[in-house]
């Protein structure tokens, strides 16, 4: 009994600290600047600092100052360039365009075809999507959500469990 009682829990131990594999297995290799994995189909410039624990999956591609850190994610066709920044276990998909010195962290997600730009942050479980645009100074953060042709600008600061959407402009 004994011995099927620390086999029960050897097994449970080996799912619950395993390693999980990079881009749902993808081939790949560690980047040179930080270890991060980049998939072989992903472009990422040698000037990029990839976190080791972070990920670039899909033809994603990362160039000139970006920076991956701490369990980020950039997956499918998005592009992140530019001194942007992307942390915190944050995912970048679908078609999304992160530049300049945007950062996006705690967890936060941008996809579909949807830009951050200008020195805009996007953070906690903050989503942006579709076709927004989030720039210059904006603030995204809790729970809120922009999405549709929305577009947030200035020093505007969208947060808790906001929702601005293409019929609810904010600058």
């Given amino acids: 009994m004994k011995s099927f009682i620390l086999i029960i829990l050897w097994l449970i131990t080996q799912e619950t600290f395993s390693t999980p594999i990079p881009c749902h ?26 976190d080791k624990n972070a990920q670039v999956c899909g033809s994603a591609e990362v160039k000139e100052k970006a920076k991956l850190l701490f369990n980020a994610i950039v997956e499918d066709q998005a592009k992140v360039y530019n001194e942007a920044t992307i942390s915190s276990s944050a995912r970048i998909s679908g078609k999304a365009q992160i530049q300049d010195q945007a950062i996006i962290d705690g967890g936060a997600k941008v996809f579909g075809n949807a830009i951050v730009a200008g020195s805009a942050k996007v953070r906690g479980n903050a989503q942006v999507y579709q ?18 042709n929305a577009i947030v600008i200035g020093k505007r600061k969208i947060y808790k469990n906001m929702k601005v959407d293409s019929n609810n402009l904010a600058d």
């Fill in 25 to 50: 297995g993808a081939k790949g290799h560690s980047h040179m600047n930080g270890g991060g994995f980049v998939a072989d189909s992903a472009k990422v410039d040698s000037s990029v600092f990839i």
């Fill in 131 to 148: 076709n927004a645009y989030v720039g210059e100074s904006a603030l995204v953060t809790g729970s809120a959500s922009v999405l549709g």
